[in-house]
């Protein structure tokens, strides 16, 4: 009898605290949904806002490799990269995501030729790197939107030759 009376207290304990974990699951999934509607609620830029940035810097590359302002360049590139990287973060489902990674070896050229302080060899690479963008946005039928050799800067509030430091 004692016994039987120990498997009720434990199944009734148990009854509770099953009880109570569901209570905490359901909870918890409330939250995790309010969560997701915040994420999906949330700002994300859309890759014209990314292709923007990289037009931006694409021109203030040119202006400071071509003035020989290699810190400014290195710079510039670096920005290049971090936005073609945050277009495959952000932009993961799209075609042109996928696509990007061609520009790499262009962007290395261009990397080395800054390294390099090579004036040359820096507007050679950069001549593949645009060409490399329009056979891009071709990959993408985005072919449209070509993109030049900037024949003026994009900012007019920015020294674009070195400093004398």
């Not at 390099?116 to 963008?133: M, R, Y």
Request: hydrophobic share 40%; net charge negative.
């Amino acid at each position: 009898m004692q016994v039987r009376y120990y498997l009720m207290l434990l199944f009734t304990a148990t009854f509770f605290y099953a009880c109570n974990q569901s209570g905490n699951s359901a909870q918890l999934q409330l939250r995790i949904d309010s969560l997701e509607k915040e994420i999906d609620a949330s700002y994300k830029p859309g890759l014209g806002e990314f292709m923007s940035q990289i037009q931006v810097h694409h021109a203030k590359l040119w202006f400071a490799g071509k003035s020989e302002n290699w810190k400014l360049a290195d710079f510039e590139i670096h920005e290049i990269m971090e936005s073609l990287d945050d277009i495959q973060q952000y932009a993961a489902a799209r075609l042109e995501s996928k696509k990007v990674i061609m520009l790499q070896p262009a962007l290395d050229s261009v990397n080395y030729a800054i390294e390099q302080k090579n004036t040359a060899l820096f507007t050679s690479s950069f001549e593949l790197l645009t060409a490399t963008c329009n056979r891009c946005h071709a990959a993408v039928e985005y072919d449209f939107n070509k993109v030049k050799i900037p024949e003026i800067p994009p900012l007019s509030n920015q020294v674009f030759t070195p400093s004398e430091n």
